[in-house]
């Protein structure tokens, strides 16, 4: 029972371009979430979070935005980078709980 | 190092064996969680230590799995008579405090059972 979901395994995008990469949620009670890039052989890291108090939250060439109504959020990078090739895992959890809840992440790849 | 480190990086065993991954949180955070990454699957939960707290192990998949977290750093993760759908990697993260906010990961145990 996946309750975030990342439903495009990969994308690709040309340097400078825009990459918006999505993410949907089942649970109404996730009120925290954040968002992870993984290199080969790394672990996850953080990367940029939001809580269910506000829509939008930015961070350099980074910015989350989140639609409660629709469960659905997504990052967006601007303008994206080689260096940015990556996967990013969308994650969830509610506060105060004890478990980050992943989705199965997006393989980004951006285009030189 | 400062960050979390993960040993060994990499582990083939046989069917059957028992296996065991060892993880070092940073120093100072109270919160220490496992999970694993199998092919084409998102991070699954397995357990998580806070403090001297009693562990969360909801997530553990069989009898099979068990963790230990002694003095509330260092943890083991052992794995007894694993079966080839262990095959994953596993991954170790801590944080300062409770909730599971902005976990920082270890590279990783790639654990392969042939």
């Known amino acids: 029972d996946q309750q975030v979901k990342q439903n495009s395994p990969s994308l690709s995008v040309q340097e400078g371009r825009i990459s918006i990469l999505n993410c949907d949620y089942t649970?109404?009670?996730?009120?925290?979430f954040l968002w992870y890039k993984k290199y080969p052989a790394e672990g996850p890291t953080f990367l940029i979070s939001i809580s269910s108090i506000k829509d939008k939250n930015e961070d350099g060439r980074f910015t989350v935005f989140l639609n409660k109504s629709a469960k659905h959020l997504s990052l967006h990078i601007v303008p994206s980078q080689p260096g940015d090739s990556a996967v990013y895992f969308c994650?969830?959890?509610?506060?105060?709980?004890?478990?980050?809840?992943f989705g199965t992440g997006t393989r980004l790849t951006v285009i030189p | 190092g400062a960050g979390v480190s993960q040993s060994p990086s990499n582990k083939v065993t046989e069917k059957g064996k028992d296996v065991e991954l060892r993880c070092d949180p940073i120093?100072?955070?109270?919160?220490l969680y496992w999970y694993r990454q199998s092919l084409g699957q998102g991070l699954e939960f397995l357990i998580y230590?806070?403090?001297?707290?009693?562990?969360?192990k909801s997530g553990l998949p069989s009898d099979r799995f068990s963790a230990e977290r002694t003095g509330g750093s260092v943890s083991t993760l052992t794995i007894q008579r694993t079966q080839q759908e262990d095959s994953a990697v596993y991954l170790c993260a801590s944080s300062k405090g409770q909730g599971a906010e902005k976990l920082f990961f270890g590279s990783g145990t790639q654990l392969s059972v042939l």
């Open positions: 649970n109404s009670m996730f009120d925290y």
């Open positions: 230590f806070q403090g001297n707290s009693a562990p969360d």
């Open positions: 994650a969830a959890s509610v506060a105060g709980a004890n478990n980050l809840f």
């Open positions: 120093s100072g955070h109270t919160a």
